[in-house]
T-cell receptor, first 114, second 113 residues
Framework: DAGITQSPRHKVTETGTPVTLRCHQT?????MYWYRQDPGHGLRLIHY???????DKGEVSDGYSVSRSKTEDFLLTLESATSSQTSVYFC?????????????FGSGTQLSVL | AQSVTQLGSHVSVSEGALVLLRCNYS??????LFWYVQYPNQGLQLLLK??????LVKGINGFEAEFKKSETSFHLTKPSAHMSDAAEYFC???????????FGAGTRLTVKP
């Protein structure tokens, strides 16, 4: 299994509070991704990173920010959590971000915003 | 832009029966197509992928999929279902790079004894 650790695994928080999710990889892969998974929508890309301090928006980036200060760590921050951000969040990595590369996924973080 | 439609959010088969999970795609560039599987409380794992070349792709656990450009389809099949195949399956299409990847809504496969 690819060395990807997401923390926390479960989080319950209140509307309006900031939340940070962490993804840590031991594979030294260049690309890292944050997805959210919602019933009926599959996985949707929030943000991705193509190197240290290099990030870009995905399909559903509103309300989220990211940071990557080290190759191995990719943080997802909800500045002010809303109930619509209740979801399962997955981190993924790929070696070079190529179009035919497979993604390796972490085990996910279940976030509930009350 | 890429998109994927998975026909059927739930599929139920008996153990030993044929598994057929349907996926149709739309892509503005030659597509790369993937099937991922998600077991309960786990992340997604790659089952198989189509890039170029042979249109019949074999994956892990006895699954295979056939790329049909004329039908814009990439259906997943397995001749004989096993109880351990019960999971959620996602079809995905990639465009020019991985950040263009789009996933379908998923199909939950139930296998009855």
């Amino acid at each position: 299994d690819a060395g990807i650790t997401q923390s926390p695994r479960h989080k319950v928080t209140e509307t309006g509070t900031p939340v940070t999710l962490r993804c840590h990889q031991t594979e030294n892969h260049r690309y890292m991704y944050w997805y959210r998974q919602d019933p009926g929508h599959g996985l949707r890309l929030i943000h991705y990173s193509y190197g240290v301090k290099d990030t870009d928006k995905g399909e559903v980036s509103d309300g989220y920010s990211v940071s990557r200060s080290k190759t191995e760590d990719f943080l997802l921050t909800l500045e002010s959590a809303t109930s619509s951000q209740t979801s399962v969040y997955f981190c993924a990595i790929s070696e070079q971000g190529g179009t035919n590369e497979k993604l390796f996924f972490g085990s996910g973080t279940q976030l509930s915003v009350l | 832009a890429q998109s994927v439609t998975q026909l059927g959010s739930h599929v139920s088969v008996s153990e030993g029966a044929l598994v057929l999970l349907r996926c149709n795609y739309s892509s503005s560039v030659p597509p790369y197509l993937f099937w991922y599987v998600q077991y309960p409380n786990q992340g997604l794992q790659l089952l198989l992928k189509y890039t170029t070349g042979a249109t019949l792709v074999k994956g892990i656990n006895g699954f295979e999929a056939e790329f049909k450009k004329s039908e814009t389809s990439f259906h997943l099949t397995k001749p004989s279902a096993h109880m351990s195949d019960a999971a959620e399956y996602f079809c995905a299409v990639s465009g020019r790079n991985n950040n263009d990847m789009r996933f379908g809504a998923g199909t939950r496969l139930t296998v009855k004894p």
